[in-house]
């Protein structure tokens, strides 16, 4: 039997917010971001194992809030790593037995439950499901950064993604991966997964699934979910 | 004598949006999206010369928006050709002299006064000046994309830049970069100077300046003018 969980990472303490409410806690229409971000797990599904990694210093933060909110769920709380990298691999740490596992930041409240499902079901036959949108814009890569007056080359943008999470795996798998040693090339699972050699299945998913990083991003947040409340 | 131009090209009659206004027609806080993109031009410099490329089933539109709106500016209109490259192209055909040409989307209306001067004073010194911005998220390239199963690799995200505009040039190397034939893989502007062998240097954009494509996009816009309003 396998079972399904969501590894969400809540690890940075916001630092370049220029707010001192870690990012993940912050207000969006009436509770924390990190709340939205979890109910719409539970939307999906009831049963689902959620494995929560935050700094440790958030925690006791994160209990008051959920006694304020009444967010009453059996979440298994992890503490944080040093990087992203290594929160993730301590959530993994928790997770035994056969499993799928979403991997998905704390700050993307706009998933949906269609899209969570959906990772499931990729995963569950691909190995890997991760989302993933194309770019709307022109695209450039540049050499020689360091230089004054970098060169750049145009690019057919057709070929390229924008990489969101979740990020879903056979659980063997990405636990597996993760056995590697840290690198700043790491920036996501599915480059870890992709390093121990394993196949990458990208699935779409979508523009408003934004990852909330600055003030701009929480007002834009706050729009996209009142148009979906009026739907 | 150098004259400053801006090109603004408000070309597509907005058949993704499912709404009957050209996206560039429809109301952002209480006027037209266009018309904002071309105040703040006129925000950067009253003595501006204005291009406005319009579809030709467009004009009678904007005419009676200017009149409603009482817009009384010195703007010249010129037809819409069939993509934007034979837009630009019609727009370059009416500037003459010395110039420097500022090519904007006009459903850009979030570019400031700021990062317009800098693309001028810039391109004076380059020949070119792009706006741009680095990737928030990872990104992935993508193999083989017919296959069901696409293979994709992950990247270096900060060797890659997202394009927006303004993108501005030197009068003489715009116009003489558009003397080539068109083809799809000519997405931008910069695409066209650089097939053309001229240099082409970015500087930072921002990522408010969003292009509004979907209606999603007009409430992102909202909010952040909101934002900037309440400053």
């Known amino acids: 039997l396998t079972k399904e969980y969501a590894l969400i990472v809540a690890g940075g303490m916001g630092t370049r917010f220029g707010s001192p409410t870690p990012k993940q806690f912050l207000e969006l229409r009436g509770k924390p971001v990190l709340m939205h971000t979890l109910e719409t797990f539970y939307r999906y599904s009831e ?12 925690i006791p933060v994160w209990q008051s809030l959920v006694s304020e909110y009444g967010f009453n769920h059996d979440i298994r709380i992890v503490n944080g790593g040093t990087s ?5 691999k301590n959530g993994l740490k928790v997770i035994h037995g056969q499993a799928l596992i979403a991997i998905h930041d704390g700050v993307r409240p706009l998933v949906t439950p269609e899209m969570i499902g959906e990772s499931f079901r990729l995963a ?9 949108v194309p770019l709307k814009e022109s695209l450039r890569v540049v050499e020689d950064q360091d230089k004054a007056h970098a060169r750049s080359s145009a690019l057919d943008r057709s070929r390229y993604r924008i990489i969101q999470t ?14 590697t040693d840290e690198d700043q090339t790491l920036t996501d699972d599915a480059s870890v997964a992709e390093r121990a050699g394993f196949p990458i299945h990208l699935f779409q998913g979508s523009y408003e699934n934004i990852k909330i990083t600055t003030p701009e991003d929480l007002m834009i947040a706050d729009a996209l979910m009142r148009r979906t409340d009026s739907l």
Chains 1, 2 share one sequence.
């Open 47 to 58: 049963n689902i194992n959620i494995v929560l990694v935050l700094p440790s210093e958030a």
């Open 166 to 179: 979740p990020q879903t795996f056979q659980g063997d798998l990405i636990k597996r991966a993760y056995e």
């Open 84 to 88: 992203r990298f290594q929160s993730v």
């Open 124 to 132: 569950a036959i691909h190995g890997s499901a991760i989302a993933s």
